[in-house]
């Protein structure tokens, strides 16, 4: 039925609809409203049985998750940010335990300095712990996938996290088609371990493995993130075929059959960028966008075939390695080897700066002349840049260059050199 959501409340229905046994979680922005809303249908008994977990930290919040799990319940948790990285031993335990567990992941910057808007910085720092990571595009697509993600851990025994931008989704206020209590039910069976903690049949797990069989184990967990390149689709394939709607997969290509420039991202900038090719298009241009769904695994033949046309590659991504680059860029890269396509990184949205259309007009502009550079930053302020870096030549203690970027900003809005 379509109703007018916030994003949190939709991606918190569309779980309870799930029907987990156990959910914790420790509270963080922009995160809360998605646990504040599963702890009321709890507590109110319209999400029963299911225990809610009030724990002290994040680290806790995945490790009565792991805990859960290798017990046999339908584990679920949400976090972001600094609370992803308080977690992240866990993560990596979670993901090497072969554990099931649903996170949603509310994206957003990591500091310092503090930072509570969105980019996708805190999804990159953990891409090799061995979850599988989907990038949602709209509350929809968000709701929707996280139905699937559960089907999905669970068949393969794997940890899924569902990447939604912070704000800009989780807060977002729009018409979302929630499904009905049947209609998952049809889609996502009764959960039934691959493995469970059983005292009539007791194993370890997490225990110690040396050098003689440690590289297999991570070999077996490397072929279950292939396995999961196989299952994606087919289980997005199932999810339409049943509810009528496309949503999940690998990839999304728009416009892209013709286009000489292809702009790649992911998550909700593929609204600002589609409408800025169709904009393009209209000027004449042949640009197309190319939205990844997953990002771990990532989908490497399949972005090869989308972009195989292309004489222009732009990845526009939300996060960088400081001193290297792009992180999306890098993945994409290897799938245009062989390939005659220029590759151009324009990294854009840190810390939740607007993403305005006419900037990406702009930059597809630039592009189909052959004027980016192998590295960009979209809309970055050069002069305060200078500033710093002429403050830094010119003293030894030059300050913390957060706190003197502020400081000028402010004087240059007071009208003071």
Known sequence: MLRQLEGSRAIAETVALCRPEVVCAYP???????IEAIGRMVKDGSLAPCEFINVESEFAAMSVSIGASAAGARAYTATASQGLLFMIEAVYNAAGLGLPIVMTLANRAIGAPINIWNDHSDAMAVRDTGWIQLFAETNQEAADLHVQAFRLAEELSVPVMVCMDG???????????????????????????????????????????????????RYLAHLRQLDALDQIPVIADAFAELTGRASGGLVHPYRTADADTIVVAMGSVLGTIKDAVDRRREAGDRVGVLGITSFRPFPIAAVRRALSGARRVVVIEKAFSLGMGGVLATDVSMATLGSTAVLSTVVAGLGGRPIPRRSVEETIERAGRDQ??????????????????????????????????????????????
């Open 28 to 34: 963080i922005s922009p995160q809360t409203h998605i």
């Open 167 to 217: 704000f800009i989704l989780t807060h977002a206020v729009e018409g979302v088609d929630l499904l009905d209590q049947a209609t998952v039910d049809r889609f996502l069976p009764p959960y039934e371990p691959r493995q469970v903690l059983d005292p009539d049949d007791p194993v370890s797990i997490g225990a110690m493995v040396g050098p003689e069989a440690f590289e297999e184990v």
């Open 372 to 417: 980016l550079t192998p590295l960009s930053f979209l809309d970055l302020d050069d002069g305060i840049i200078e500033r710093e870096r002429g403050r830094m030549a010119r003293t030894r203690r030059s300050g913390p260059f957060a706190e003197n970027v502020l400081r000028d900003l402010r004087q240059a809005k007071e009208g003071r050199p």
